[in-house]
């Protein structure tokens, strides 16, 4: 895929004002992370969670761009709650580099860390990609988030 065709944004062109341009950007970075929801759902892998995350501080950085193109209560909100939810994917991707870390040390230091350590460890992974699914559907079905889609 060419650089160019990676980052066309569809009805985007050089001629659009600002404010017509941030609905277009913003529609974008949204599918974005609704194609990385959908990812995120069919495999919860370590890989499709920090894609996840990326498309998450996306949107939140093209939201500080375009900050004066939107109704202020609604910047705040959908904005406070994009940064909720790339911490609460931060703190999954956590601890799928722990687990990887704590391997590492494992044959490094060449001694048996405890299978309850592992446990625990998976334990978390299981509880907070739960809830990060929960916190998907919710951003999903969010009325204030689907009002920023262009019909």
Do not use: W
């Amino acid at each position: 895929m060419s650089i160019e065709k990676k980052f066309k944004i569809p009805g985007l062109n050089i001629n659009s004002k600002y404010k017509t341009a941030s609905n277009f950007v913003l529609n974008e970075k949204l599918k974005q992370i609704f194609k990385e929801i959908d990812k995120f759902f069919d495999d919860d892998s370590s890989e499709n969670l920090h894609s996840l995350r990326i498309a998450f501080r996306r949107l939140r950085y093209v939201m500080e761009i375009f900050q004066e193109c939107m109704n202020p209560e609604l910047f705040k909100y959908i904005y406070k709650l994009s940064k909720k939810m790339q911490d609460l994917i931060g703190e999954g991707r956590d601890l799928d580099v722990m687990e990887i870390k704590v391997r590492q040390m494992e044959k490094e230091i060449n001694k048996k860390i405890p299978d309850y350590f592992y446990k625990r460890i998976s334990e978390d992974r299981r509880i907070v990609r739960q809830t990060i699914k929960t916190e998907l559907i919710n951003f999903i079905i969010d009325k204030d988030i689907n009002s920023l889609f262009i019909k």
